[in-house]
């Protein structure tokens, strides 16, 4: 009876050893489970760390940006970036982070969104249109620089776009449909802008520090696609010479008259604050790989009788007779930041979890 006593001591002694072992292996799996989830969390912020610095580059030197970035150490881990064209003329961004063996990798389509509305933009108290000649007006994106003929970022905006059904009754009378491009095809003219939206860009690029503002005889070139500028002129502008350049042209109060040997790629900005009569003439060779925005702010009360902002194209005073082609396509790529104009850009995320370790 006393060994059978024992026996039974012994066997749940055995048994009480045998659970305390399970119990202490169970506990080390999840520890280790633990550490290899923190891991991961932190591996995953770590890449969208990784994520926002590439984001970053893109907006601040988006035609010459850095192609990859690699290990680049933060609090935690480590993340590298690759960044590369893909077909459709975007960019694919990649970021890896890494905590000591684990690996987490976040995938992003980056698209751009250009801010202007059309590639001609009207709106006024009063306007009025003539055209002659052979011209194009097109809101079809290209890629930079202006001579590329791939295709650009973005979707077609519109050809043409005005403040008011009047104003784009004016203008769809005295532009040739065929010559109008854009959204919808061809005839692409519409209404409905918002010019509290230019008077926005307006401000914000009249705020840079940086802004060129030359005086006349106006000519020369200025800003590149990896540093665009914002010149500002006041009063009429018609350049003496070839004028040309990369960013935001400014206009204020002033004839915008340009003929041979301008070009210009970019947002073109004519806006008038002063009740007089304004000419917007673009003749001969003249081109905006852009767009070009003539108009008034919206707080702005014109006690002009005249048409206050009547856009020319081939203007029959000056150079009746001769043809010319006119190009201003959309382009968003022409302003990106550099100091001149911080375009908008969003990114589609794409979860691949691929963690490992």
Known sequence: MGRGTLLVIAAGVLAAASVALIGQRSLFEMDQKQNR?????????V???????????IKLDLMDVPRSFGDRPMSGGTYDIAISDNAYGDL?????GSVGEMRHEIRSNVIFEYP???????GGSSIS????????????????????????????????????PLNRSIVASAISAESVYGDGGQGSIADGVDLNRYEALYGEAISQTDKVMPTAPYYGSYGTSSDPAVVHITGDFQPSGAFSGTGVLIVDNGNFIVSDGFMWEGLVLIRKSVPVELDVVMTGSAAVYGSVAAYEPPSFASSSSCSDVPFTIDGIETRPQIPFQLRVDVLGAAISAGGAYDMPVTSRIHMDDTSSD
């Open 37 to 45: 989830y923190g891991n991961q969390v932190v591996a995953r912020e």
């Open 47 to 57: 890449a969208l760390s990784g994520l926002e610095r590439g984001l970053s580059a």
């Open 92 to 96: 694919d961004l990649t970021a890896r």
């Open 116 to 122: 202007a509305d059309a590639a001609l933009v009207l």
């Open 129 to 164: 249109v003539d055209s002659t000649g052979t011209y194009m007006i097109s809101g079809v994106d290209n890629r930079m620089p202006s001579v590329a003929t791939g295709p650009g970022f973005l979707q077609s905006a519109r050809g043409i776009q005005t403040d008011s």
